[in-house]
């Protein structure tokens, strides 16, 4: 049996560690007198891990190698090597491989080059049981292994420093599976030289090829997101439209619940305003905040000053086209503070040419955010001595003469004495719905034949649909001027209209704030009478009554209000 290591060699043969040890081996450094005790009976070797055959057929102990008795019993049907009995009696014997483990060899690797020239000492005091590594005094090229030691400690020595043992060429990745040790290296590395440097450019091919593999996949990949990303852009854009025509579809359908109620006049108020919530409550109303951010974020497309106006800088005076609509489908939101919204009525105003001022705005939304920003047509009725309740001119010239204020929703005021102008009359319905009025100017008067003091100008109209939220933090005005005065004063303008109609009712809270159509000079005799406002869709509160001035006309049911009405132009 041949010397065998189980660790992998150079030559890919194994050592094993566990056969019965090579007897010319061991015989190297041991007298073979001494080694005859030892000889495995089956394989004729140095007995490793030895067991003692005790079998009762038998009168004679054998000493075998525990791994030569079992792959005896193992080929043999369990049949004993010595007689052909079944039935083999072992044990152990531990003295003999105490022996056999203190017995002292070379390398086994060396021993297998055939190029063992150490010498064989007879006495060697520094000898450990663990071995010990002999000193080369020749071959100092690292290609021999001068190892000395037990075989017990064989095992640590071929693993540990083994100047022989095995180890993978350097070139192993780039697919070299040559087993190395150091005396072969140098000769494996000029030999192979050619077939090393083949392997590498092999090697650096595939890296080349794998790149452009990888290159391609990626530009695949970006292809494939730009493709995907105009994709998402599509599809933005197509949610954006939806939102729009989503708002859009709810702002029709607030119009609807108006209709229903035209046809069922027959219901109480309170039943009509149930109904009425009922609707609201399953549409989805935003409110105005909830609308800003839509505008900027959801719809981007929308454009301010024509599909919404914002407002957000201070002491803007925007003039809105006169006596037509002004849709702003994404409502108004006067943000700044001391923000004017009114009719542009251009830069007319005398006595002959003038231009009534009425603004009509529909709107989703309409908030104003500042106690001082309004919209206003405060002084755009009728001119001084012009308008259906025209305030009466005094008659008198000088002597503190008073002309009379302009008369609408009331009469106008009027002086007291002889001379003064008298008040204007009462005109127009309180409701808004069949006629909408501006308010009259008041009357002159006279200092002298060459001063003549003016009456102020009357109110003008404001119109407004709001189709979900009013907010209204500032004011809604169409008041009278106040007349011109210095002795003598003339009178004052009358208040003008401000209709008002809410299609959410009262699904989202609103804010009905301050709205006044007051005449000019109000504190005077001769001050003008009253405007109308009037208020359609939503309830109101006493406590908001307060801040609306005159009283207003005031019905939760929206009326529907004729297509023909028009501005009632009385020159
Ligand atoms: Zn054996
Ligand atoms: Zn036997
Ligand atoms: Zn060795
Ligand atoms: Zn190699």
Redesign the pocket.
Known sequence: MSLNLNVEDANNNSISLEDCYNNAWVCLLNKPQKLQKYVCAVCKQIANNAVELHCGQHAEVYIIGEKCLKNHLKNNKEKCPIENHQGCKYSEVRFVRQDVNALQVICPRQYKLGQYKGKIQTHRPKMTDEGMEEDGSEEKNGNVCNYQGTIKSLYSHLEGNCKLKPFH?E?KKFG?N?M?NQSHRDK?MLS?MKE?LDLVDKHINELQNDLTKLRKENNDLHLQLTKKQSEVEGLTEEKNELNAQILQYQQQSQVKPQLIVEKKEEKTEEKVLRDMADIDSKQLLKSCQDMIALSSLVIPALQNTVDYLLISEDKRKIKLKNNQWNNFRFGIYLLGEGVILTADCGKSNNATEFELGYLMIKTSHLWIKHKKSAIDCSGLGYPSDLGPGKGGQATTIGNGSVGGGGGYGTKGGEGTENGDGKGGDVYGEETLSKQIFCGSGGGTCREDEHIIHRGGRGGGVIELVVEQQLINHGKLQCNGKRGEDSSTFGGGGSGGSILIKLQSHNALQHTMGNITCTGGNHSNENKGGDGRVAIYGIKITAEEMKNINPKPFHQIRLKHSKKNKKLNHFK
Do not use: D, G, I, N
Request: with cysteine; aromatic share 12%; glycine share 0%.
């Open positions: 060429c070139f070299c040559t190395l494996h192979e090393h």
